[in-house]
C-alpha cells in the first residue's frame, strides 16, 4: 500500500502558518507514515517556523499585489507569479501529492492553482469570517471549503463549504501544565486574576496600543498580557 502525501500551503502571518502545521500534526497523530511536504513563500516566517516543527518546506519566489497600484513592486509581481507557477509545476510533478491543503496567504496561491488544474484534490481552511483574496479566487476551483464561522456562502459557494472550525495545535489543547512555567516567564502573582489580550493580523496594533493605555487603569489585583508586549499591575 502506497503511503499518502500531501502537500500544505500556505503563509506570510501566523494565523496561516500555525493551523497549517496543526493540520499537518492531526495526519501524523492519524498515521505516521503520512509524507508531507509544506509549501511557502521565500523570506517569509513559514520558512523557519515549518522546519522548527520538524517538516520539510519549499519557498516559492511570490509576493504579494499592493493595493497601491504605484507601488514598485507591482512591476515584478507578473514575474514573480509566473515563476511561482512554474515551480509549483515542478514541486506537484515531483512530489506526486495525493490531495493539496491551502491555509491562505499568497504563497497557497501558484500551488493549489497548478495541483487542480492537474486533477489533484484540493481544499482550503479559511481561518476567518472574512476571506482574504487568495482564499476566495481559489475556492472557484477547489474541491472543499473548510470554514470556523457560518454564512460563509456569502464568499465561497456553498456547496463546497464544510464548517469544520479551525485547526488547533496541540500545545494548546492542555494548557493546565503551563499555567506554573507561565507565571514563573512573567512574574506574575498566581493570587492575581490574568487577562490575556491576544490580536491578530492589521487589527493587532491597533489593540494593543488601546489595552496598554487602558491597562494601567485596571484594579491591582489583576495582570494583562497584551499580545507580546506585557504590562504589569
Not at 469544520?164 to 494548557?175: F, V, Y
Amino acid at each position: 500500500m502506497k503511503k499518502l502525501k500531501v502537500i500544505v500551503s500556505g503563509g506570510g502571518t501566523g494565523g496561516h502558518i500555525f493551523p497549517a502545521i496543526a493540520i499537518a500534526n492531526a495526519l501524523k497523530l492519524n498515521d505516521d507514515s503520512i509524507d508531507i511536504l509544506f509549501v511557502g513563500a521565500k523570506g517569509k516566517m513559514e520558512m523557519e517556523k515549518v522546519p522548527n516543527s520538524g517538516y520539510r518546506i519549499v519557498g516559492l519566489p511570490i509576493i504579494g499585489f499592493q493595493r497601491k497600484l504605484t507601488d514598485k513592486r507591482n512591476f515584478i509581481f507578473p514575474f514573480k507569479l509566473f515563476y511561482s507557477l512554474i515551480k509549483s509545476l515542478f514541486i506537484v510533478l515531483k512530489f506526486k501529492p495525493n490531495i493539496v491543503v491551502g491555509t491562505g496567504g499568497y504563497a497557497s496561491g501558484p500551488l493549489l492553482f497548478v495541483a487542480s488544474k492537474m486533477g489533484i484534490p484540493s481544499l482550503i481552511q479559511e481561518q476567518n469570517s472574512y476571506p482574504g483574496i487568495t482564499n476566495k479566487l481559489l475556492s472557484k476551483i477547489t474541491n472543499k471549503i473548510c470554514v470556523a464561522y457560518p454564512g460563509m456562502e456569502k464568499f465561497f459557494p456553498k456547496e463546497k463549504i464544510l464548517f469544520s472550525g479551525n485547526p488547533i495545535r496541540q500545545d494548546l489543547q492542555d494548557i493546565s501544565k503551563l499555567k506554573e512555567e507561565a507565571f514563573g516567564h512573567f512574574k506574575f502573582d498566581n493570587k492575581k486574576t490574568t487577562i490575556l489580550v491576544v490580536g491578530g493580523s492589521l487589527g493587532a496594533l491597533t489593540i494593543n496600543k488601546t489595552m496598554e493605555k487602558f491597562a494601567k487603569n485596571f484594579p491591582s489585583g489583576y495582570s494583562v498580557v497584551v499580545a507580546n508586549r506585557n504590562v504589569f499591575l
